[in-house]
């Protein structure tokens, strides 16, 4: 996260509030924002002389100054607070397994820890996992898109500590797309770990007033209640923009590619590669099936650190470079439909995993019906006004 800091106040850099128009968005002041896990005197009591598991990924950070941090886990060993074993997410504990990749249980090589992995068979702790704990602790940098995993982590860790009677400490942290809520509400039969929860593609909550919302919606197995201890930020602003200093997962290496995702995400269930397997992840597309004349910006995805096999492995694909677009306030579907329209394999074009992303089937049929941008946004504008009134009692930050 671009930041200055002092003592346990972290300074970000904001951008222009929601307010403004996605041309108008630009780098506009320094202002305190003091990040949950370094307000160390709100919740150290609640840990010491207790028997600790910790949720946690390379974000999951105390900042000292600009380039100096410490992670959670390792500031609280030195503060003899008694951790017993990590629990890792998608991509892992130091966050640099490919999406989707199988994650193994382990042991952290700095600490001695045990590693316990969310991701791959097991996504939900077993009893056996939480035996002997008596508290939790969850701090994860989240994006503020749904299908972006760390929030279905999220479920399985409330669900499995309600199950077993731990309570869980959530350690707030911003959301870098917190200053919009936009696209579909997920439909029930299209659950699924990359989409869990009737909510918009972009949720508009930080992870604390997520975990709020799961349990006061009922949305845990039996519709039990997870004991949550709730640590919030300090001077947090959800109408402004922050831009991130650790990158939160491997294909998410910059402010650009966090302010893109939740529109290019789409193109991961389509035939079109969204910038894996090049330096500028979710900040361009491309396909050999997209038309030249149109799409003038040409690369090669190749083989690399978070994308082992990205798709059209060394193959040019034609496509577009966002790389200077505005910072959007919006969900932009225009690329996702000139890529359809202007597709050599339109009978190809979407996958398995569209609808899932999607939460619906009838983002894909409104694509092919050949409906404009306009007309499918619409569409959402009646669900988006019930979420916007839904969320209301969980939100802890002004709006």
């Not at 982590?153 to 707030?172: F, G």
């Not at 640590?231 to 294909?251: A, F, V, W």
């Not at 799409?295 to 690399?304: A, H, I, M, V």
């Not at 959007?328 to 609808?355: C, M, V």
Request: hydrophobic share 35%.
């Amino acid at each position: 996260m671009v930041l200055k800091s002092f003592k346990n106040t972290v300074y970000f850099i904001l951008l222009a509030c929601i307010s403004c128009s996605a041309q108008e968005l630009k780098t506009e002041s320094y202002s305190n924002l003091g990040v949950a896990a370094n307000r160390t005197e709100t919740y150290l009591s609640l840990l010491e002389g207790k028997q600790v598991g910790i949720v946690g990924n390379q974000t999951s950070v105390i900042f000292n100054t600009e380039s100096d941090y410490v992670h959670l886990v390792d500031s609280l060993l030195n503060r003899n607070i008694h951790i017993q074993k990590v629990f890792a997410p998608e991509h892992g504990f130091r966050g640099k397994a490919d999406a989707g990749e199988v994650i193994k249980d382990g042991i952290d090589m700095k600490t001695g820890l045990p590693i316990i992995s969310l991701y791959g068979d097991q996504k939900k702790p077993k009893a056996e996992h939480l035996k002997n704990l008596d508290i939790m602790v969850f701090d994860i940098q989240d994006v503020g898109a749904r299908f972006y995993t760390y929030i279905s982590t999220l479920h399985y860790i409330m669900e499995a500590c309600a199950e077993q009677n731990i309570p869980l400490l959530v350690l707030d942290r911003p959301n870098p797309n917190g200053h919009y809520i936009d696209g579909p509400v997920l439909e029930e039969e299209f659950k699924s770990f990359v989409g869990m929860h009737p909510v918009p593609v972009v949720h508009g909550l930080t992870i604390a007033e997520y975990a709020r919302m799961i349990n006061g919606e009922g949305w845990l197995a039996n519709r039990i209640q997870c004991d949550l201890k709730i640590i919030s930020m300090r001077g947090y602003s959800p109408k402004l923009s922050y831009d991130l200093l650790i990158k939160p997962s491997p294909n998410l290496p910059n402010a650009k590619s966090i302010n893109l995702y939740p529109s290019l995400c789409f193109f991961e269930g389509t035939n079109v590669n969204a910038g894996r397997g090049t330096s500028m992840q979710f900040q361009v597309f491309g396909s050999p099936f997209l038309d030249a004349s149109v799409f003038d910006f040409e690369y090669t995805p190749t083989s690399s650190e978070g994308a082992k096999y990205p798709k059209h492995e060394d193959v040019l694909c034609y496509g577009r470079n966002l790389q200077n677009q505005s910072d959007l306030d919006y969900l932009n579907l225009d690329w996702l439909l000139q890529a359809y329209r202007h597709t050599q394999d339109q009978a190809s074009f979407f996958n398995d995993l569209f609808n899932k992303l999607a939460g619906n089937t009838s983002l894909q049929r409104q694509i092919q019906q050949g409906k404009t941008a306009d007309e499918i946004r619409e569409i959402w504008e009646s669900d988006l006004k019930t979420y916007k009134q839904k969320i209301k009692p969980y939100l802890l930050y002004e709006r």
